[in-house]
């Protein structure tokens, strides 16, 4: 065992999998349109969208991860800072503040979480204090007492900061129990007169390196017994969720900046069970040492926990004739955990009035939905108002209203390509790119190096720009001799597409063949159009595409080294390039259950990269189901996608995957890709690394430039037979 105590042995069955997989399907919430909105009580309809998400978090998974959510990074950066000074002191110094039987907050290392010990050592203060409680957990005692916080004297600076970052959490907790409130279908103030003498409280966590990280856990498996917990994770991360759907424990992949929610007992009771409190517990690593700051936010000491009137029928037991118990008591008993127990902590589901024979006809709240809204829109739809029938999509094809957003893409953090390190160590950054490309084909990216402001500036002047007149936008109108420009006619699987685009390439001009004749070798000029209006969209697009350049060579080097290759190995075939910039607009449409933005397709290039703003609509085809998953946007964050001739250069290691773009009824939406694509001369074909007896080449080679042409007039007509696609070039395996 070496230097492991036995008390933080975990039981066989709960021990953690040192192969567990990292996720991001955790709901990723952004909170800016209620940080930002000066009235949102007055205005309800601005947050439908997000009282719907956040209940469909609750209910789903129990956690959620909120960004934009307005607790300032500098402050929570000092505070974790202020923590790491505190906990690298010697054990003498940190024990000066040590909690005990008569003082409850402080410092202390030896807490049990279901009678083992918890390999971490943790500071706790109050947000109001003194903080007032029950003196014990006899129910006819009614003496209270204050618990005091301590504050160490070194670093100077811990308690202004804690108290700091407390101010502003605290704030962040009433907004998010007004939105869950909504989501209930209760008023939107509901819960805060519980909340009037908190017992709320913040917890400085740290986890050392543990050399048995088999055996051991940073936090054993456990719910949170208050009604919410913010928590704030560093990027070791550890977080560990057993799944409602199928009892896995999932790891919460750290998102940076984040926050990550999870629903308490507290609410749990409160919702009558709408909403359930899940079991989560942290592993811990061998190498790193890891910091976490979790929010407990814990309503008044005599505050009664039971299912709220509104949301209990006539058919159940009247609340005021069950068994109940102080939050308090929960909590008293809870924080004098100090050593292993013969008996069981006191848990949610001991308690009489959460039994399931209480709860067995409950009645489901009036929650916000979009069920209504569909309905609306479809039977405006079958009307087809002004939706001219080239839009409509097949039977099969067309786009569901009901379509689920999906946070499971791989949110993929690139900030170690721009260390300071003149090596830094990429091998975890390339295996989270080759896991990606090989099961999704789809990935997000964040800390990418593209300037936001240079991004925000061309979304800008692309507004402008489609909000022109019609006879403005036609001036520099694309066709069969000038490829680039504006269009708003384009046609993917013989469907019209319901949006308007613009077109310019990185090399200007960009070479191609002169047809797609295989034996014709002249070349012609594919030359970009530029509008007088606005007057800065040249610039703009030329300031960005140079920065979206650069970033496609350097997932190009992560992808050749997931795949076993030279980081160069695909720098050659982009010499002479035929890649472009697309600025695309999808309008509001009637239809959005008939028609698509952009009809399902895979991308025939090397490389996409595509930003979308919030309206959202990407979706992509599931490669381990098929099933059509909406892709939620990410802010400042890339797409990334596999396109087909990485599918042909990997011999099919990596595959390019079907997507569409589904539209709104309501919202326009802009979108930006980079298609990044070789020189016209290029054969596309089947690495000679990566091909060998065993695993011969899957597609004949295949002119790019040729086909490229191909592609390009297919999409300004309708065309009586499917465009070109590489499947035409797969070879027929023999067995």
């Not at 906990?87 to 003082?103: G, S, T």
């Not at 004297?153 to 704030?171: D, G, I, Q, S, T």
């Not at 308007?500 to 594919?526: C, G, M, R, Y």
Request: aromatic share 10%; charged share 25%.
């Amino acid at each position: 065992m070496g230097g492991i105590d036995p008390a933080f042995i975990q039981e066989h069955e709960h021990r953690p999998k040192l192969s567990i997989t990292e996720t991001g399907g955790i709901p990723l919430i952004d909170l800016s349109v209620l940080i930002n909105s000066t009235d949102a009580e007055q205005d309800p309809r601005t947050l439908d969208s997000l009282v719907s998400e956040i209940g469909h978090a609750c209910r789903d998974w129990g956690f959620f991860q909120v960004i934009n959510h307005g607790v300032s990074v500098e402050k929570r950066q000092k505070l974790e800072e202020a923590s790491m000074k505190f906990f690298a002191q010697p054990l003498e110094e940190k024990n000066k503040v040590r909690k005990e039987e008569n003082k409850v907050l402080g410092y202390y290392d030896r807490e049990h979480t279901k009678n083992v010990r918890d390999w971490r050592q943790v500071l706790d203060f109050s947000l109001q204090n003194p903080t007032i409680v029950p003196a014990s957990t006899n129910p006819d005692d009614k003496e209270v007492v204050e618990w005091h916080n301590q504050w160490p004297h070194n670093p100077p600076e811990l308690r202004e900061v804690c108290e700091e970052f407390a101010e502003e959490v605290h704030k962040l907790g009433y907004k998010l129990m007004e939105l869950i409130a909504l989501s209930l279908g209760l008023p939107l103030n509901r819960f805060h007169g519980f909340f009037k003498d908190q017992t709320s409280y913040i917890r400085l966590n740290h986890y050392p390196p543990c050399p048995a990280p088999d055996l051991a856990l940073g936090l054993g498996r456990h719910k949170d017994s208050g009604a919410l917990t913010i928590l704030y994770q560093d990027d070791v991360g550890g977080l560990e969720v057993k799944r409602k759907s199928d009892g896995e424990w999932i790891r919460v992949k750290p998102t940076p900046d984040a926050l990550i929610i999870n629903v308490g007992d507290i609410i749990q009771v409160w919702s009558n069970e709408t909403y359930e409190s899940v079991e989560h517990r942290v592993a811990v690593n061998p190498e790193r040492e890891r910091f976490s700051i979790p929010f407990f936010f814990h309503p008044a000491h005599y505050t009664m926990v039971q299912p709220l009137e509104e949301l209990t029928t006539n058919a159940e037991p009247d609340p005021s004739t069950l068994d109940q118990s102080l939050v308090s008591e929960i909590g008293s008993f809870k924080f004098n955990q100090y050593s292993q127990l013969k008996l069981q902590p006191l848990a949610l589901d001991k308690i009489n009035h959460c039994d399931q024979a209480v709860i067995s006809h409950r009645q489901k709240p009036n929650s916000f939905t979009l069920f209504a809204m569909d309905q609306t829109l479809a039977n405006k739809a079958t009307t087809m108002g002004e939706v001219d029938p080239a839009f409509i999509q097949e039977l099969e094809h067309r786009p569901k209203l009901s379509t689920t957003e999906a946070q499971g893409i791989p949110l993929i953090d690139l900030s170690v390509l721009t260390s300071a390190d003149a090596e830094p160590d990429l091998r975890s950054l390339v295996s989270e790119i080759g896991n990606a490309c090989r099961e999704w084909g789809f990935f997000h990216i964040i800390n990418h190096g593209v300037s936001v402001d240079q991004r925000q500036k061309l979304e800008k002047a692309c507004r402008e720009f489609f909000a022109q007149p019609l006879e403005e936008k036609v001036k520099v109108r694309r066709d069969d001799v000038k490829i680039y420009g504006y269009y708003d006619r384009e046609h993917t699987k013989n469907v019209r597409d319901w949006k308007e685009v613009f077109d310019f390439s990185l090399q200007n001009p960009t070479i191609v063949p002169a047809s797609t004749d295989p034996d014709d070798k002249e070349v012609v000029e594919w030359h970009n159009q530029w509008p007088d209006n606005p007057p800065e969209l040249r610039e703009v697009c030329e300031e960005f595409a140079e920065e979206l350049q650069k970033l496609g060579y350097k997932l190009m080097e992560l992808i050749a080294l997931s795949l076993g290759l030279a980081p160069n190995r695909f720098h050659g075939f982009f010499k002479d390039q035929t890649s472009y910039i697309r600025l695309n607009h999808y309008p509001p449409c009637p239809a959005p259950d008939l028609a698509l933005g952009l009809g399902r397709h895979n991308d025939s290039g090397a490389l996409t990269i595509l930003y979308q703003d919030d309206v959202g609509g990407l979706e992509v085809k599931r490669k381990s189901d098929g099933e059509w998953i909406r892709v939620k946007p990410t802010p400042d964050a890339f797409i990334v996608n596999v396109g087909d001739i990485i599918q042909v250069w990997s011999n099919e290691t990596y595959e390019s995957v079907e997507h569409r773009v589904a539209v709104n009824s309501e919202r326009e939406r802009f979108s930006i890709p980079f298609f990044f694509y070789p020189a016209h001369y290029t054969m596309a074909q089947p690495l000679e690394e990566l091909t060998s007896e065993k695993n011969p080449p899957k597609y004949r080679p295949y002119n790019w430039g040729k086909f490229l042409v191909s592609r390009k007039v297919s999409n300004l007509k309708k065309l009586d037979v499917e465009n070109i696609q590489i499947h035409q070039f797969k070879i027929q395996q023999t067995a």
